[in-house]
């Protein structure tokens, strides 16, 4: 994939009314029914918006949540509409949104996030250091860093406001903020989606370590897929080939950023420094491999 227009910090459509602004999507109002979800080229670190655009970024996003929509539709129905979203827009902004964006219904989103995890890493080896257990779900003592766990498991988070940290919870703590018939749907539907997405990814040699999910409810309270799915932003992507638990993999994300941010004396806290010209290429690279690879599956 190549683009001749610049990186995309922001839409800035005019055409329809912006009703939110997130750490990489712009969302638009499309009358009543629907949304127009624009993906930036934005990139967040620790939870701050970093002010340097990654290119391509918000492309790879896109094309990888609507691989993943499309593949998964028989687990659960999606947000996804299929309407162009050039369709919607002035013809002035049809090259803003092309190819890096998609027009979805209009949902209820669920105030958790569907976290699953295959191996012990990131927020959850932290927690397992600290208790022996992941979102009070008992892990065996001896487990190691980045270690694949004998069956995933379902640990659901706090959705932050931009700006904070999202939150372990534990499933019965999720239960009190959706009840339990959600709660239940969502566990077992999380779980479904990883265990197809894990095995169709090592066809493309690679692992997901981890995933986030988030779904909607639609007016008469059906449960729907929403926002993006299985992308490098949402997921850990580590390269199959070069796997071995105790050591914290490469990944086929932002971790390049993190890792060049974790070397400055910076306290994680708005604003965020700039980014090397290096950094910023090296990054986009990374997220095009990962689409390189599920592309070449599915050819």
């Not at 127009?36 to 970093?50: E, K, N, T």
Request: with cysteine.
């Amino acid at each position: 994939m190549t683009t001749a227009n610049p990186p995309l910090f922001e839409a800035n459509l005019t055409s329809l009314p912006c009703i939110a602004r997130g750490k990489v999507r712009d969302i638009y109002a499309v009358e009543d029914k629907h949304l127009l979800i624009v993906a930036s080229d934005r990139i967040s670190a620790f939870d701050v918006v970093l002010p340097d655009p990654i290119p391509n970024k918000g492309m790879v996003l896109t094309a990888i949540s609507n691989m993943w929509f499309a593949r998964l539709a028989h687990v659960i129905d999606n947000h996804a509409t299929g309407i162009d979203p050039e369709s919607v827009v002035e013809d002035s902004e049809k090259a803003i949104v092309r190819n890096r964006a998609v027009v979805v219904e209009r949902l209820t989103p669920l105030p958790i996030e569907a976290v699953v995890r295959g191996y012990l890493i990131g927020s959850g080896w932290k927690d397992y250091c600290a208790t022996g257990r992941v979102s009070g779900v008992a892990i065996p003592p001896g487990t190691e860093l980045a270690e694949r766990l004998q069956q995933p498991i379902f640990t659901p988070s706090t959705k932050a406001q931009q700006g904070l940290h999202d939150e372990n919870i534990s499933f019965a703590e999720a239960v009190e903020l959706v009840g339990s018939d959600i709660a239940n749907q969502v566990r077992d539907t999380s779980l479904k989606l990883y265990a197809e997405a894990a095995q169709h990814a090592r066809k493309a040699g690679i692992i997901i370590a981890d995933t986030k999910f988030e779904f909607g409810l639609t007016d008469d309270g059906r449960l729907k897929l929403i926002d993006e799915v299985l992308t490098p932003d949402s997921s850990r992507f580590w390269p199959a080939e070069t796997y071995r638990p105790g050591i914290s993999p490469p990944s086929f994300d932002k971790q390049y950023v993190r890792d060049y941010l974790e070397t400055l004396q910076w306290n994680k806290q708005p604003p965020a420094p700039k980014l090397p010209a290096v950094v910023i290429a090296r990054t986009s690279e990374k997220y095009m491999e990962a689409l390189r690879a599920f592309q070449a599956i599915d050819d």
